[in-house]
Nanobody, 121 residues
Framework: QVQLVESGGGLVQAGGSLRLSCAVSGKIFNVNVMGWYHQAPGKQREMVATITSSGSTNYADSVKGRFTISRDNAKNTVYLQMNSLEPEDTAVYYC???????????????WGQGTQVTVSS
């Protein structure tokens, strides 16, 4: 069974930093695009950053220059380094991955369980 296991959320003061990690567990063939999304109370889930298997990245305008997404393909793990955090960054952060479980299957989109990030002012 394929799972995305997240870690690294918590409470931090404005201006501080956090690093989120998300590892793919289970038997898989290939991991394509990985990403981070967040969802604040009463709002829709939004893309924060994505990264392809070759390292191409994409960021939401609100986090450009503050957040950095990276991945370790050997470990099937994606990271989100969050610096200069603002109270507006408070949300549940979800990792995602497009995964091909076997060579003969198509990709499926998977979500992590979510990790809370709270930034106090």
């Amino acid at each position: 069974q394929v799972q995305l296991v997240e870690s690294g959320g918590g409470l931090v003061q404005a201006g501080g930093s956090l690093r989120l990690s998300c590892a793919v567990s289970g038997k898989i063939f290939n991991v394509n695009v990985m990403g981070w999304y967040h969802q604040a109370p009463g709002k829709q889930r939004e893309m924060v950053a994505t990264i392809t298997s070759s390292g191409s990245t994409n960021y939401a305008d609100s986090v450009k220059g503050r957040f950095t997404i990276s991945r370790d393909n050997a470990k099937n793990t994606v990271y989100l380094q969050m610096n200069s955090l603002e109270p507006e960054d408070t949300a549940v952060y979800y990792c995602s991955a497009d995964i091909q479980r076997t060579w003969y299957e198509r990709e499926y989109h998977y979500w992590g369980q979510g990790t809370q990030v709270t930034v106090s002012s």
